[in-house]
């Protein structure tokens, strides 16, 4: 068993050289692949990458400090994680199970939209203006389209859509669950 080496001044100058190293070679790296993607010998999936122009760019004027002047930044609009698996370079999703888990994430978003519970004392006047009734029934016909869509799949798979279409968590390990669920949604639903 080798004896671990005592922390001198030369141990440190060692390790900090390691790390240059280490830096450099990564350097070297990528300029190599920036070569060979500027020659057209390798796709370019990077930020500039075909998924990357996919994707829809919104621009926003932001105040980094209150008076101070807004400046324009640039940024991905990418609204939940359906659109990240479906716009990045290896699309993990095919366009019919984009639609369908945008489908049933609609239908969460307005299932999770109650409207009021109290009834006011002033009677409304005028022109429609969408009451709580309206968003009422909108909630209650959401959650039924939500169950007949969960009636079709088993219990894992529900699970597997709800946590990603709804509630916006990354797949991980449970992306063909994920697959065999939004097919059956774009099949049956």
Known sequence: MPVPLARTPDATAQGEHRRVAAILR???RARLAARDIAMGLRPDMGADGPAARARVVVEDRIALAPRAPRHTVRRMHDTCMLDRLFYRAGAALTADQHAAGLRFRAAWLRAMRGGRL???YTP???????GAMEETEASLHARRAIDRALSLLTPARGRVVCA???MDEAPRTRIRTLHAALDILHERW
Do not use: E, F, I
């Open 26 to 28: 990564a350097d070297r």
């Open 118 to 120: 109290v009834q006011r």
């Open 124 to 130: 409304r006047t005028g022109a429609g203006g969408g």
């Open 164 to 166: 990603v279409c709804g």
